[in-house]
């Protein structure tokens, strides 16, 4: 642990913690944030009626569109000149949302960061490799403190350009590597292209998350590669990354970092919390962040949590992974599917690689889904240029994928065979979802 006097902290003590920083959160953002003043005497408590943990549920929930009303800082706690970095996400869905980080919040985050290295079983003097992007986004410049935090040798690679990559990784031999699973898989197939095999490089771990991924995707990471690979979660909102890990002990659900993070599960139709065990919408109050303080921040990310003592020792409450989002689920003919629960059915299919996009259209009133999957080169090369539809063996395999759609999930899916590569590979997280439905006049 990188720091076991916090990470396997007696659970007695860890709640005595989390009430007194609850306390001064809340405090905090009464006294300093008047959104917070308004919303916290509209539900009519204040901060020193704040007598335990439990008295979280009294208090408003904040949303994603909060913070974005609020654009660009209106949620700060502290006058902009405290604040020593900004990020942002993206705005692709609306307007962006900005968060500021303290010297403090940056040190904090540092110390996450690197436990999360040292969970997947890094160590000082460790050559590393960060493929997170570097810029707005939070993954690039959360790992890199870490790896600094802990003293590796760190390769700030960023996202994108493949062949450098795989040269860097063949020349400075890291032993540790972090990225989107999407885009470190794409990193092995461009080696097997360049005729070598990841699996003899010198990776021994990697920190994969910022994006829905299966355990089929563990595994094939982890046989492609040669390494052992731990989830790794987080949210811009909340930190960025190093909310939760995994350990590479138990690779069984991610350690939360409860000292920091207050953590609830949600009904998220309702609202009304959920018991341990039962898998609902994540909810994360900050307890340490000055700049940027949450309350009840409504994660829309889908996972059970549960607190049960782990083999590494660790404390902390365990969340599992992440099922996929609120507002990513989608209803096929009545069924409820996430995404990347079809990267875990296709995973199983040697024909074809974990390379999709669902595309959504809209025929009348009714909406089709079509799932498009990438066939593996070699079965490209048995078919040659036979368009992939007309093949017999590609119609054959066409049935078989929808009939494993229709057993493992329930849904009736068309599916479209693309030749190797037509699916666009993602430099960060990968886009699954296309949704060209033309907005319905109301
Ligand atoms: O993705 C922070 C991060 C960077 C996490 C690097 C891990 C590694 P955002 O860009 O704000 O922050 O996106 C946060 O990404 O609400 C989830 O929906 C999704 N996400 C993050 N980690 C995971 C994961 C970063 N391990 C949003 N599994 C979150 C599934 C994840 N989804």
């Given at each position: 642990?990188?720091?076991?006097?916090?990470?396997?902290?007696?659970?007695?003590?860890l709640l005595r913690l989390q009430l007194e920083r609850l306390r001064q959160t809340v405090e905090r953002v009464y006294y300093r944030v008047p959104y917070y003043r308004h919303r916290l005497d509209e539900h009519g408590i204040k901060p020193e009626q704040i007598g335990s943990v439990e008295d979280i549920i009294r208090l408003p929930f904040t949303r994603k569109q909060d913070l974005r009303d609020q654009y660009p800082?209106?949620?700060?706690a502290v006058d902009l000149s405290e604040?020593?970095?900004?990020?942002?996400?993206?705005?692709?869905?609306?307007?962006?949302?900005?968060v500021g980080y303290t010297r403090r919040?940056?040190?904090?985050?540092?110390?996450?960061?690197?436990?999360?290295?040292?969970?997947?079983?890094?160590?000082?003097?460790d050559v590393f490799h960060n493929a997170y992007g570097y810029g707005l986004f939070t993954g690039g410049l959360g790992v890199h403190a870490g790896a600094e935090r802990l003293g590796v040798t760190l390769v700030p690679a960023s996202g994108g350009n493949r062949t450098r990559q795989v040269t860097l990784i063949e020349d400075f031999k890291p032993r540790g590597i972090a990225g989107t699973p999407s885009f470190i898989l794409s990193l092995a197939e461009t080696m097997e292209e360049m005729g070598k095999d990841p699996a003899s490089s010198s990776l021994v771990y990697g920190i994969f998350?910022?994006?829905?991924?299966?355990?089929?995707?563990?595994?094939?990471?982890?046989?492609?590669?040669?390494?052992?690979?731990?989830?790794i979660y987080g949210l811009s909102e909340v930190l960025g990354p190093g909310v939760s890990i995994e350990c590479w002990q138990a690779k069984n659900g991610l350690h939360i970092a409860e000292d920091h993070f207050l953590v609830e599960v949600i009904d998220p139709d309702t609202g009304e919390p959920l018991p341990d065990g039962e898998t609902g919408e994540l909810v994360f109050t900050t307890l340490t962040k000055e700049a940027i303080p949450v309350i009840r921040y409504r994660t829309g990310d889908i996972a059970a949590v549960y607190r049960e003592p782990c083999v590494c020792g660790r404390?902390?409450?365990?969340?599992?992974?992440?099922?996929?989002?609120?507002?990513?689920?989608?209803?096929?003919?009545?069924v409820n599917v996430f995404p990347s629960e079809l990267e875990?059915?296709?995973?199983?299919?040697?024909?074809?690689?974990?390379?999709?996009?669902?595309?959504?259209?809209?025929?009348?009133?009714?909406?089709?889904?079509?799932?498009?999957?990438?066939?593996?080169e070699s079965f490209k090369e048995r078919i040659g240029d036979c368009p992939l539809s007309e093949h017999a063996d590609g119609a054959r395999l066409t049935d078989r994928l929808c009939r494993l759609f229709k057993d493992n999930l329930g849904v009736t899916t068309q599916v479209v065979l693309r030749r190797p590569h037509e699916i666009p590979r993602s430099e960060g997280k990968a886009v699954r979802v296309i949704d060209r439905r033309v907005p319905q006049p109301r």
């Open positions: 642990m990188f720091q076991p006097e916090w990470e396997a902290m007696p659970r007695d003590e800082f209106g949620l700060f604040v020593k970095r900004l990020h942002a996400s993206s705005g692709t869905k609306g307007k962006p949302t900005v919040d940056l040190d904090n985050w540092a110390d996450l960061c690197a436990r999360t290295i040292v969970a997947a079983g890094g160590r000082p003097g998350g910022a994006e829905p991924w299966s355990e089929g995707m563990r595994r094939t990471l982890e046989e492609k590669w040669g390494i052992h690979a731990v989830d404390t902390h409450a365990r969340m599992s992974r992440i099922k996929g989002r609120v507002d990513d689920m989608l209803i096929i003919r009545g875990h059915v296709l995973l199983q299919v040697k024909e074809v690689t974990p390379h999709y996009q669902i595309i959504i259209t809209r025929e009348g009133t009714l909406d089709h889904f079509t799932v498009e999957v990438e066939v593996s």
